[in-house]
């Protein structure tokens, strides 16, 4: 055994790269081995710009929290978006707002995120901040707690920048909705607000489309939906959020767990003036574009009118829409009946419309 | 608004790369954009792969769990160890230990788990379902459920092949140890088994120091030597899975959380023939090293010898030692006593000893 003052001088010639930024303008390798630049990244930085809570900070291997008040609803998301900061949002916010909404759709309240980033060496540390900050005020706006977290840095060319991985806790809230199993023929689908816009916003930032203004994406928290709802005592069947896939992967998913037809009227669908132009323009189907901010319903026709009146009344649902209808099992899962009345299948997303969404 | 039959050709020319493999044997973008392909990988691959539990394959965007009978723990680990499959483990036991120790020795019983892969395009569906089987094993003997799941693919070269983030819920159980903060001078320290394996195994296959054969990694749960020491009902201050920073970073964390001063032993450490020789050839220090299944404690005189009879008396415990004790403040946070009795300064673990070693 070889004593040793610090660190750098444990290793064999060659197996020990020094880290290559020691302004502190750049994430280095040493700051995520553990030891001391670890350590005060995460006080000086990170902890510093997350919010203070009652359970945040703590230390140890994990946060200690109290006994929930009811059933427990557990997910996880990582992020991997690119770019990192686009029109109408960035990585950080999408890391909570993506994970605060899927607790939110399965009819919990969000209480408590973990947040595991991977860095590639070389970072900005100007853009690691701006990403904190962003978390920050994502996290306070949807009443969550960051509890726990974990930082891993990779050498240059192992990532794309940052990765994100938020994994939420939540409690069920009663009565918890039966979900898509239950659906059936005769409930009406209903969409929270016009679709597709992250989508476009990320194939727009991407590809340099050119349009003016630039697309915005979608990316908000559904949580005062739900709150909404939940006061108004508004039953229904299931609700998801349209991510990856778009409208069109949760009907599809719904139809054949329900063993049901959907159909989808398209001129009931609700668009954005961005995303008809695109659309048409491209020749893209918004119902395929993914959302980061809107809600998909399904609800028994006696509650269709109540569900309407409460999200007319929310910011984030004064555009929901009745966008079609449940039928009985036909050979297809999922149709849409165009302007003419004529319908077309419409089949489950495939292939790779846009790496990299979300 | 345009009707389309697939996925594919919703994109203008030059926006949709189209999967390079359609033979399944490697990892496309197309699993990872939330349609069929990921439908498929999930149902015929993942869920398959893993272990049936009560709350496993709910499909929703969050796992529906019982209400826990205590407090939480919460807790979150991304792994990017490089080379994947290492002599004596894999990333995928790696992410299920290390997430389950870390619940461990915070006191819980950890019960549930999360998993996010993030896989780069072109990854071997091989070596995908290999640590999907390893995952599926390490659940099994720490018996823990993998409740919810993520799934993102990332173009070549966006990632190094595959890495994984697994969050872990426990609850605690009565009493939990007081934590770092409540060690006093005069308590013990304690680890259960043989330190830096872990650690070394990464360097010498990634640097391929030849030795023969090559040394394995402590990779390993944990959960054993608690369950033993709460049923023997051995009380002790805090306790740590000693990872990145080795023993040495535990060592400084708890000496700072107590306002205290810790004393090391070097002829008490306890090494592999392996660690030893490596250490003494390259000039390492073993308490710097890495563990991945070697827990440290800080236990009061009087429960001790109780905490040593009931760890030799575990698989993982057979080689338990004491090595060194807790001093009231000085000057500085850990000392390590040398074979001839001359005391050295153990600095904080700094710069980078080996990227990616988790």
Redesign the interface.
């Known amino acids: 055994?070889?004593?040793?003052?610090?660190?750098?001088?444990?290793?064999?010639s060659?197996?020990?790269?020094?880290?290559r930024d020691s302004d502190g303008r750049q994430v280095?390798?040493?700051h995520?081995?553990?030891?001391?630049?670890?350590?005060r990244l995460i006080e000086n930085c990170i902890w510093k710009l997350l919010p203070r809570t009652r359970y945040s900070g703590q230390?140890?291997?994990?946060?200690?929290?109290?006994?929930?008040?009811?059933?427990?609803?557990?997910?996880?998301?990582?992020?991997?978006v690119t770019p990192l900061f686009f029109p109408g949002g960035d990585i950080g916010e999408l890391a909570v707002y993506g994970t605060v909404?899927?607790?939110a759709?399965?009819g919990?309240v969000p209480l408590?995120l973990?947040?595991?980033?991977?860095v590639e060496e070389g970072f900005p540390m100007s853009d690691l901040e701006a990403i904190l900050q962003s978390i920050a005020a994502a996290a306070t706006r949807t009443e969550v707690e960051i509890?726990?977290?974990?930082t891993?840095?990779?050498?240059r060319?192992?990532?794309?920048g940052i990765?994100l991985?938020t994994?939420?806790?939540?409690v069920?809230v009663e009565p918890?909705p039966p979900?898509?199993d239950q659906i059936q023929p005769g409930d009406m689908l209903v969409v929270s607000g016009p679709i597709g816009r992250h989508g476009l916003a990320i194939?727009a930032a991407r590809?340099n489309l050119g349009f003016e203004p630039a697309p915005l994406s979608d990316c908000a928290p559904v949580t005062d939906l739900f709150r909404a709802v939940r006061s108004a005592g508004v039953q229904y069947r299931a609700a998801?959020?349209a991510?990856?896939?778009g409208v069109a992967?949760v009907c599809q998913?719904w139809a054949r767990?329900s063993r049901t037809t959907f159909c989808l009227r398209?001129s009931a669908?609700p668009?954005s003036d961005e995303v008809?132009g695109a659309?048409?323009l491209?020749?893209?189907?918004?119902l395929?574009l993914?959302n980061e901010g809107n809600v998909t319903w399904a609800v028994p026709p006696k509650h269709l009118t109540e569900l309407l009146r409460v999200l007319h009344g929310t910011d984030l649902g004064r555009q929901a829409a009745v966008i079609g209808e449940v039928r009985p099992h036909q050979s297809v899962s999922v149709v849409?009946a165009?302007r003419l009345g004529r319908e077309?299948?419409l089949?489950?997303?495939?292939?790779?419309?846009?790496?990299?969404i979300c």
Do not use: H, Q
Not at 69 to 77: K, Y
Not at 147 to 150: A, I, Y
């Open positions: 055994m070889t004593s040793s003052e610090t660190g750098e001088s444990l290793w064999p060659g197996a020990c790269p020094l880290p280095t390798l040493a995520g081995e553990g030891g001391r630049e670890t350590r230390g140890g291997d994990a946060a200690r929290l109290p006994r929930p008040d009811g059933a427990l609803a557990f997910t996880t998301d990582s992020y991997v909404n899927d607790l759709v399965m919990a408590w973990s947040l595991a980033f991977i509890v726990t977290g974990d891993k840095v990779v050498p060319g192992a990532a794309d990765y991985n994994s939420g806790v939540g069920f918890i979900g898509p194939l590809e998801r959020d991510t990856r896939g992967a998913e767990a398209e669908l668009l008809r659309s048409e491209l020749g893209l189907d918004p395929f993914a849409v165009g077309r299948v089949e489950e997303p495939s292939g790779v419309p846009l790496p990299r």
